[in-house]
């Protein structure tokens, strides 16, 4: 008898945590750019259990940014894509694809940041007339913030597509470009030891704080299909980023260890990243648009209706 | 004597590239951290082939690559022989094959990973349309290089069509189907590798170009160090068992 | 009809039209969308568009450059190094081993080690197209150095020519079909390579231009783009083909 009861009992917890594991919705996300504090809000949000609360098993898969992102979500490869380019988003939409957006993922560009070698003669932006100044590709947030940065303070540098990161550094290193461009934690190691210096930061123009340069995307037929799933994933991510801001021990220990760096250097990154900046809603679309159309993304802007079925932030 | 000398020599120009390297390591010719000195990269090397993460990479490279060989074998085969037994098809189709098998393959990623996704599937689909091309076209040659008589004789016992693709094309194009095989293995491991670097989580062309986003370029050159050898150590392998069993035919 | 079928200028349009047909069949059924694959036509007049595009021209001129550039320098190092060896046997037979497993060695995955010397620049292009075109060059060199008939040096020897005169009016001359051999295989290979570079990198020309059509998401532009690769690196190899064949009739006599 007592052996039947513990068959029994045994059969009802093993049925009862299948379930709850066949209960849990399976996921997957891609995100352009690894290891940055922005986008590992997902990674800290699996870590710390916010998805698992609502139910989401999520699996991520890493880009490297640019339209591999945006089009693992378009052919349904993945059902989310995260910290895409505002301008490359409306773009795929006005030709047709299947995307919609659900937040706002970095508003301003606080996270950018250019430099110079040390013993550079070049001190501020205004030194930066006729040097040869870095970003990451043509009609890239790099690009617009660096020529926004150089309208700002009067001058005309050579703007120079310099690549990613690490290919800018040898080039800032090696004295083939002035200037540089970079996002935390990267490079701030070399900040500390005094091996460069930084000159301008996104947050230094004004007008770009209140535009969001990055959203994240879903699936539509997915959201269609899902509409409450959608909601639970936003809600985890939001909870996630307070989370992130509240615990910041934690937040930045498990960011250094992601990126295996000190965490004195994690700490520095934070600065880059106000809480304000991971907002959710999606802000200066009309400027978007703008830049947009000028860097051949759009040929003419969205109408209202438009807009109003791309975002729709929960 | 000469074997003596040769060794000599080997061991000269050896000596004569680290000493070369080190030298420019040292010199300050180049930002520093762009020359490792060779001690550095070996240490990263030995660091490299101790971790679990790096078996793992490698794991995931074989498998593509043996896929990707898989499918091209398959297709490549069936598609040489079938084209190779048609003089017809042979020469309408040929131009095709070798415009696109002179076509650099990574340009069509895109459209891989339009139709599968940025999974392994990609990379193994890059791997199998990399291979693909030098098997069929080795296949087709092969098979127009059957001697017609066999052909005739063949066909004088009123055999089939697949009879005559199994008995008397097949055999014969084995030798031209495994140097096919030699060959696409080779544009194989590249075309995964390419696949993985452009966009993967895992594979040994991820995990080279992550040292470069790391700027870790020490571990860079040593991951490309242990690539460049498993890549002449699988072709190398190959070449000595396909030659073994066309000799053994 | 069937005396028609037999001829492969038949065979080849009629293989083209049939993959058109398929796209347009599969994208207007719904079983792949046109995200994914665009229609033949629209394909086909985007690729029209691009050649009349000067920007696609300066990308044309941009991989072309570099791919001459890039083998100027294979050239000069490959037939400069192949000599040598030629004149030092010795070193010929320790050297050869290792050029050939340079030769089947991924050579375009040293990319990553180039764009941390030179940047994300046409350096880096030209230095990685002029690395694969140089080792093909060096191995079919030294075969077509070793494939001068003895007669024709013992030839020179007795008119009391110098080494320097008998390698530039006896070997050079009489090796000139296999030089081109290496020449042309440098060639292909290395504009195979840049243009690959040029698509893995995002910078440069035609290879740039498929990478930042997908970029852009212009599905059907990049898939012109793509055409426009494969008939160039054709027309390339084409007349690479020919410029040989007229090579070998001279060599001939």
Known sequence: MKKLILTMCTGVCVTAISLSAMAMEKVSVA?????????????????????????????????????????????GSTQYALANGTLGVLGAYAKGAPIRIVMAEMTGAPDLFWYVKNGSSVKSMKDTGGKTFGFSRPGSSTHLVGLALADQAGVSPKMTPSGGISGTRTQVMSDQIDVGWSVPPFNLDMVAKGDIRIIARGSDVPSLNSQTIRVNVVNADYMKANPESVNKFVRAYKNTIDWMYSNTDASVAFYAKFNKIDEAVARDSLKFYPKSSLGMSVAGIDESMAQAIKNKNLEVPLSKAQLAELIQTP | MIRIQIALIRLALLVFTIACWELISYSGLFYKEVFPSITTILSELTILLRTSEFYGHTWVTLFEVAAGLFFAISLGGVTGIIIGSSQVLHRGLDPILVALATTPKIIFFPIIMLLVGIGVESKIAMGALSAYFPICLSTAAGIRSVPQVFIDSAKSFDVSRLQLIRFIYFPAVIPELLTGVRLGLGVCIIGVLLGEIKISNQGLGFMAIEYYNMFNVPALYASLIVIFGMAVVINLAIDFILSKAVINR | MSSALNRPIVVTTLFVIMIGVLMQVVVSTGLVSELIVPKPVPMVMALVDMLQDQEVWNFFVITFASTLVANLIAIGFGLSVALLLHYKQVWAKATTPIFGALFAAPMILLYPIFLVLFGRTQTTIIAMGALTGFIPIVL?????????????????????????????????????????????????YSLVNIIGIEFLINFGGLGYLVSHMYDLFEITKMYAAIILVIAVSAMFYVTLNLIQARINRISLG
């Open chain 3, 140 to 188: 079919n060199t030294l075969v077509a150095l070793d494939a001068v008939p003895k007669t024709f040096r013992a030839v020179a020897k007795s008119y009391r020519c110098s080494t320097w005169q008998e390698i530039f009016y006896v070997v050079i001359p009489g090796a000139a079909a296999g030089m081109f051999v290496g020449i042309r295989l440098g060639l292909i």
């Open chain 1, 31 to 75: 995100i352009g750019q690894k290891g940055l504090w922005d986008t590992m809000v997902t990674l800290q949000g699996i870590e710390q259990g916010f998805f698992k609360k609502e139910g989401l098993d999520v699996e991520v898969t890493w880009t490297k940014g640019g339209s591999a992102t945006l089009q693992a979500v378009m052919t």
